[in-house]
């Protein structure tokens, strides 16, 4: 490897490869795909059915298209499954493979030094870096999702959806599972590190991400929907689950419904008295409080992170309840889609799911 004065390193590219996915991106879905042709690396986008043009977008900008038929349930582990093996059916030498969501721009820099990574640490199986929210100071939920992606730096338990994993990692944990709807990202690393891979997240800026949220009923069904996936992660993997879904389905089953419900119903038979468990939520935002400032993090996003932890139980504990009913009553497993198509107007249906973040 030849390394430039200011420390970046030039690598041949051409076992490197890029899938992306997406469903009705409009102009986000253009500003990642002329930065993918920018790098010049084998782009795959992969096409949940939109209805504004995408493929033909993708096509014009020099990525392999692929557009997922109906044949199957449409999703999105199922879309980056299909893209991967297109990728590399296409480019049969490529030993690393890169993902990105539709509304992510990937930054110049970042494919080398995720390749650096995983050449230099075998036994790394995946490694993200830095994604940011690109308009953080559009809205409070975007500079939450902000604080979200900065996750702490070396070894990871799960991921978000832009990472660089090994082909050879990727093939023997069986690619994404289809039949998970939601956070099938930490699904793919909890079934790597039981393989033994580690996660790695380092210190790199990776992508700039346009999450979109206005709206708090965005935000809310946001949570709902990351609450259904705790369900259904729990559920699919029964009583395997790692801590990741034991601890958060029993935290938004207590924090969101038992303790507001016993205090309630407990008043008239204490006098009030336990009205003193709402303490806890004031002891659970100074906990989160710490936390965020421990993270260095301003004053001012340490509590707005804070408080935001506190109010999501109570949506995060509907969408795990939503799972269950639908679960009970053989009602077919759907997502819930919180975010606007393109540039259109902020629009939510508990019927359906994007094909991304």
């Known amino acids: 490897m030849i390394e430039r004065p200011r420390g970046v390193w030039v690598l041949p590219m051409t076992d490197v490869g890029v899938v992306t996915i997406g469903r009705n991106e409009g102009e986000r879905l253009r ?42 349930p449409i999703g999105v582990p199922r879309a980056r499954n299909e893209g991967f093996e297109r990728l590399l059916g296409l480019q049969p030498g490529i030993r690393y493979v890169q993902f990105v969501d539709g509304d992510c721009e990937l930054l110049e820099g970042w494919l080398e030094r995720g390749r650096a990574v995983l050449e230099e640490r075998p036994e790394v199986g995946l490694v993200t870096g830095r994604r940011r929210e690109r308009y953080p100071n559009r809205s409070i939920y975007n500079q939450l999702a902000d604080l979200e992606w900065d996750m702490p730096i070396g070894e990871i338990a799960g991921s978000h959806g832009d990472f660089m994993i090994r082909v050879s990692a990727f093939r023997q944990v069986g690619g994404f599972d289809e039949a998970v709807l939601v956070s099938e990202d930490c699904d793919l690393c909890l079934r790597l590190r039981r393989l033994g891979w580690k996660l790695s997240r380092i210190d790199h800026e990776m992508t700039l991400h346009d999450l979109g949220i206005l709206r708090f009923r965005q935000w809310w069904l946001r949570a709902v929907r990351t609450g259904y996936g705790y369900a259904d992660g729990a559920y699919l993997h029964g009583k395997s689950a ?116």
């Open 31 to 72: 500003v990642g795909l002329e930065a993918l042709r920018r790098l010049g690396v084998p782009v795959v986008y992969v096409d949940s059915r939109s209805t504004d043009g995408s493929p033909e977008l993708a096509r014009s900008l020099g990525a392999e298209v692929v557009v997922l038929d109906e044949s199957r």
């Open 242 to 357: 790692d801590r990741y879904y034991v601890r958060e389905t029993r935290s938004n089953v207590i924090m969101g419904f038992v303790i507001p419900a016993v205090a309630l119903a407990m008043v008239p038979f204490s006098r009030g008295l336990s009205l003193l468990l709402f303490l806890v939520y004031p002891l659970i935002y100074w906990r989160t409080l710490r936390y965020a400032r421990g993270r260095g993090w301003d004053p001012a996003a340490s509590r707005l992170f804070a408080g935001a932890c506190v109010v999501a139980k109570s949506p995060l504990f509907i969408g795990q309840m939503t799972y269950w009913f639908r679960l009970i009553r053989r009602q077919p497993r759907k997502i819930i889609e919180y975010k606007p198509a393109g540039s259109n107007a902020a629009r939510a249906d508990l019927n359906t799911g994007p094909a991304g973040d």
